[in-house]
């Protein structure tokens, strides 16, 4: 039964380091390659728009979506840690990882959908280790 928790440890580990790399990007500032996306980062950057009555450029926007995504990710893996280490009950641990399941596989899903191979691989990574551990741990 204990086997599991190496597998959710794993993705825990994973979360952590996904949440980490993703605010990297945090750090540096986009350098267009041509005329093209020097008017496409010009654009987002300083064309404003009224969404839901608040005037808001699409790089805010942006910003703020990938601040969430590195904000679920530490928070998803410090929860688990923190439950992996002190919780008990595997009732409690069962129930909690059915919950991870579906919100990382929805996640990983829209990454693949929209995204490219960074976040691609660590969001499938995080669902795949996920998934062993909640195979391993119904054994």
């Known amino acids: 039964m204990r086997k599991y928790k190496t597998w959710w440890w794993v993705a825990v580990v994973l979360q952590l380091i996904t949440a980490a790399i ?14 093209t996306e020097k008017q496409l980062i010009d654009l987002m950057q300083n064309y404003r728009q009224n969404l ?16 969430c995504f590195s904000l679920l990710y530490l928070f998803a893996g410090l929860v ?36 490219f191979p960074p976040p691609i691989i660590l969001t499938g990574l995080v669902f795949i280790f996920l998934a062993l551990a909640k195979v391993f741990q119904t054994r």
């Open 22 to 35: 993703h605010a990297l990007s945090f750090l540096n500032e986009p350098v267009p390659a041509n005329d």
């Open 52 to 67: 839901a009555g608040m005037e808001i450029t699409m790089d805010g926007l942006l910003t703020a979506l990938s601040a």
């Open 80 to 115: 688990n840690a923190y439950l992996l280490r002190r919780c008990q009950d595997d009732a409690l641990l069962k129930g909690v990882l059915w919950i991870n399941l579906p919100i990382f596989g929805i996640c990983f899903a829209v990454m693949a959908a929209f995204t």
